[in-house]
Nanobody, 118 residues
Framework: QVQLVESGGGLVPPGGFLRLSCTTSGIIFSLYNMGWYRQVPGKDREWVASISSDSRTTKYADSVKGRFTISRDNRKNTVYLQMNSLKPEDTAVYYC???????????WGRGTQVTVSS
């Protein structure tokens, strides 16, 4: 059974930082591209960052470039999102996604809430 479990969300003031984790099971993690997405009520889920299976390629949405860093540890079957200089507009539920390269096969976690507020 494929499982993706996000953790590390919480309430932080503007300018603060958080580190999200997504631990997976039931997949050969090292074969999957991984991504972070976020969603606020009433809006579509938006892509935030992604990392290739071998960690060679990372990509970021313009809104988070320079503030967020995606990384992975294939020994721990875990992907991370380091979020610095957080802004109120970063408030959302953050989801991780595991994707098989060059296919439509993917799986989602259930999300973790990030709230940036003073």
């Amino acid at each position: 059974q494929v499982q993706l479990v996000e953790s590390g969300g919480g309430l932080v003031p503007p300018g603060g930082f958080l580190r999200l984790s997504c631990t997976t099971s039931g997949i050969i993690f090292s074969l999957y591209n991984m991504g972070w997405y976020r969603q606020v009520p009433g809006k579509d889920r938006e892509w935030v960052a992604s990392i290739s299976s071998d960690s060679r390629t990372t990509k970021y949405a313009d809104s988070v470039k320079g503030r967020f860093t995606i990384s992975r540890d294939n020994r721990k079957n875990t992907v991370y999102l380091q979020m610095n200089s957080l802004k109120p507009e970063d408030t959302a539920v953050y989801y991780c996604k595991a994707s098989v390269p060059h296919t439509d096969s993917h799986a989602w976690g259930r999300g973790t809430q990030v709230t940036v507020s003073s």
